[in-house]
Nanobody, 119 residues
Framework: VQLQASGGGLVQAGGSLRLSCAAS????????VGWFRQAPGKEREFVAR????????YYADSVKGRFTISRDNAKNTVYLQMNSLKAEDTAVYYC?????????????WGQGTLVTVSS
């Protein structure tokens, strides 16, 4: 599966962005999907994940209540709606997919999309 992330950009603190991750080559229907991010000078960290059925979600404490992950299996696309953005959300965001429902070590990654939140 090839993953293509998009939707990043520059936004003011308090604003919103929606990231998309489009898959090609194979359906994402049978995989857990998620988003990770890497801020400058920091390690990549988990943001959110979604089960293959779309019924179970899990979020990092830092984004809980502000971010929403969703999927459209018909479009083979995963989304991350980000609201109430903060300067500390600035990072390159990566989508990922794997057979592991916990996405502990994802084997499929998108190329990343940069989100910059100005304070």
């Amino acid at each position: 599966v090839q993953l293509q992330a998009s939707g990043g950009g520059l936004v003011q603190a308090g604003g919103s962005l929606r990231l998309s991750c489009a898959a090609s080559g194979r359906t994402l229907r049978n995989y857990a999907v998620g988003w990770f991010r890497q801020a400058p000078g920091k390690e990549r960290e988990f943001v959110a994940r979604l089960s293959w059925s779309g019924g179970r979600t899990y979020y990092a404490d830092s984004v809980k209540g502000r971010f929403t992950i969703s999927r459209d299996n018909a479009k083979n696309t995963v989304y991350l709606q980000m609201n109430s953005l903060k300067a500390e959300d600035t990072a390159v965001y990566y989508c990922a997919a794997d057979n592991d429902p916990l996405l502990r070590v994802p084997h499929m990654w998108g190329q990343g999309t940069l989100v910059t939140v100005s304070s």
